[in-house]
């Protein structure tokens, strides 16, 4: 009698997973066939194709952009100028994900379209920082880039720099960096890049990210730092600010999915507040030094419970966030949405909260300022104050299989140039 052949341990479960994946394979071709898309590799290979053949940098004036979402705006360190790079906009089973860039002109109020050679592929949820050096260097990492019908999602890993004073697109080789994600958030930090967080998505399995990488600027080397402490749940779309003077970041809210059943997941929207602190804080490289997370529960007049919020560093010491949504959802069929148009400042220093109020044509005020850390009370030209406001009410709109609701800013705060001084 023979010898049995030894089965090697998990060669089983092997051979089973790849029977399964072919069949995947198969049945993304065949639908893929049904919508007339090509998979989702071959439309980027195409574009690169496309894309090689420009040799001539344009500038040309244009209209404002076409309609978009999840797009990056920077604003030029040194110029009044904002560029837009990017993003997606979906019309009912049709989605069309862009990779233009636009120069808006504050002053002269004008838009301008830049077509680059070797441009990167078009994306979404990517995140972009501008920089001084050299005339002005928008960096861009990451991103998502959908098919038509929404049924194939691409994730980027790759690093861009765009030169603004030679309208010339790079891109960065540097290994080591963040897996392909979108939604994370990156900063500038001395002569660095910090990246956090984001999502990958396949269709098959969603996977939050609570990593951080450093890219060093002038090394051009990726570093992943381990940061000691109690690290923030994984996460998207938070708001991450930084503190370079005092040698910290401090990341804000955000967005994540959990399981609840088999084939059932819920949104989960994020509150809380961490802050991320370097041991030596004078150092112009964070990447080797240790880092240690910490909870923050700042003070002051909080924003609700939300995400999709926008926001922006405006100092050292001062954030703007501005509006967000809530997803109430009662079951798999019922989705009840509150939408926000309300402002609030963040005090990094102090990590206290502030609503804000923008008014309209300048009316003289009375402040009446307090010793015990009180918001002043203000008074207009009518006499109204922060108690006696009247409040404005809820906008609601229903058309039958999704409620969403808007709810107005209520003026009980500070104004801008009062915070900002």
Not at 39 to 51: G, P, Q, W
Not at 133 to 154: I, K, T
Not at 392 to 417: N, R
Request: aromatic fraction near 10%; charge should be neutral; charged fraction near 25%.
């Amino acid at each position: 009698m023979g010898k049995k052949k030894d089965k090697k341990k998990g060669h089983g479960a092997e051979k089973t997973a790849f029977k399964t994946d072919k069949k995947q394979s198969k049945r993304e071709k065949k639908n893929l066939a049904a919508l007339g898309e090509e998979d989702i590799e071959s439309m980027l290979a195409e574009f690169k194709r496309t894309n090689q053949s420009k040799t001539e940098v344009t500038v040309s004036r244009c209209m404002a952009p076409s309609p978009r979402v999840n797009m990056s705006l920077c604003p030029h360190p040194e110029r009044p100028e904002l560029f837009m790079f990017g993003g997606e906009f979906c019309a009912g089973n049709n989605t069309s994900v862009y990779s233009d860039l636009f120069v808006y002109n504050i002053k002269k109020q004008e838009w301008s379209q830049i077509s680059s050679p070797n441009c990167p592929p078009p994306r979404c949820s990517h995140q972009a920082v501008m920089l001084p050096q050299g005339g002005g260097q928008m960096w861009v990492f990451g991103g998502e880039f959908a098919s038509p019908s929404q049924s194939q999602f691409y994730h980027h890993k790759d690093l861009w720099v765009y030169h603004v004073k030679d309208c010339r697109w790079e891109q960065v080789a540097a290994k080591g960096g963040p897996s392909a994600r979108s939604g994370h958030r990156m900063v500038a930090f001395r002569k660095c890049l910090i990246v956090f967080g984001g999502f990958h998505d396949n269709l098959r399995e969603c996977k939050y990210y609570n990593d951080v990488y450093v890219f060093n600027l002038e090394t051009r080397v990726w570093t992943k730092i381990e940061p000691s402490g109690i690290m923030p749940p994984p996460r998207s779309a938070s708001h991450l600010f930084a503190q370079p003077e005092l040698g910290r970041l401090i990341m804000f809210g955000g967005y994540s999915k959990e399981q609840i059943k088999k084939d059932s997941e819920r949104g989960v929207a994020h509150s809380d507040m961490y802050v991320l602190t370097m041991d030596d804080k004078k150092s112009a490289d964070p990447a080797p030094l240790k880092w240690k997370w910490q909870n923050l529960r700042p003070s002051g007049d909080r924003p609700s419970l939300r995400s999709g919020a926008s926001s922006i560093q405006l100092s050292e010491h001062r954030a703007l966030l501005f509006g967000g949504v809530f997803d109430n959802v009662e079951d798999d069929e019922n989705l009840e949405s509150q939408f926000y148009n309300d402002q609030y400042i963040f005090d990094l220093e102090k990590t206290r909260w502030h609503t804000l109020l923008l008014n309209g044509p300048k009316q003289s005020k009375s402040h009446v300022p307090t010793d015990a850390g009180e918001e002043p009370m203000e008074t207009d030209d009518v006499g109204n104050t922060e108690e006696n406001t009247p409040q404005a009410e809820e906008i609601v709109h229903d058309d039958g299989v999704f409620t969403k609701s808007v709810v107005p800013a209520v003026p009980k705060q500070k104004p801008l140039y009062q915070i900002l001084e």
